[in-house]
């Protein structure tokens, strides 16, 4: 099948591994191979990952090739999930999930937004530390 019929791709992005999963606007899977050199060597359509600690990073890669990105939450990629669980079903199951026009998807940010919401967290982590240092002192001294 020729890159042209595809029109979203699914990819399931693993700790080792990566499966893609290329289907036409009818739902049919055209082919499903692993991620290598995919980015470099295909032309730009629509890529539709699931959510999860290395999606934003893929996606600006792949935004930054000429992709249009869409990250779903793993909550709504779960009903298209249509037999046993492995890679390439769930691929397939998130080019399904990407190919809905009504789908909520997580919005790719960018290095400095990323970075600001890092800041945020390391202030109520150390907010956290601070009230269950003083919690713990204070069930010292009454022991």
């Known amino acids: 099948m020729s890159s042209s019929n595809v029109h979203i791709y699914g990819i399931d992005l ?15 899977i055209l ?16 890529v539709a990952v699931e959510a999860c600690s290395s999606s934003q990073y893929w996606g600006r890669l792949f935004n930054g090739a000429g992709f249009s990105v869409k990250i779903i939450p793993a ?16 691929a397939a199951a998130i080019a399904e999930a990407g190919s809905r026009g009504t789908m909520h998807c997580v919005s790719l940010k960018t ?10 967290c390391g202030k109520w982590t150390s907010r956290l530390y601070s009230c269950f240092s003083v919690s713990l002192a204070r069930v010292l001294t009454i022991s």
């Open 14 to 28: 693993g700790k080792n591994w990566f499966h893609i999963v290329a289907m036409d606007r009818q739902g049919h």
């Open 31 to 46: 082919w499903r191979k692993k991620l290598k050199t995919f980015v470099i060597n295909t032309p730009p359509t629509i």
């Open 75 to 90: 909550q709504f990629v779960k009903p298209y999930l249509k037999s046993n669980k492995n890679d390439f079903n769930d």
């Open 111 to 120: 290095h400095e937004q990323l970075a600001q919401h890092l800041r945020g």
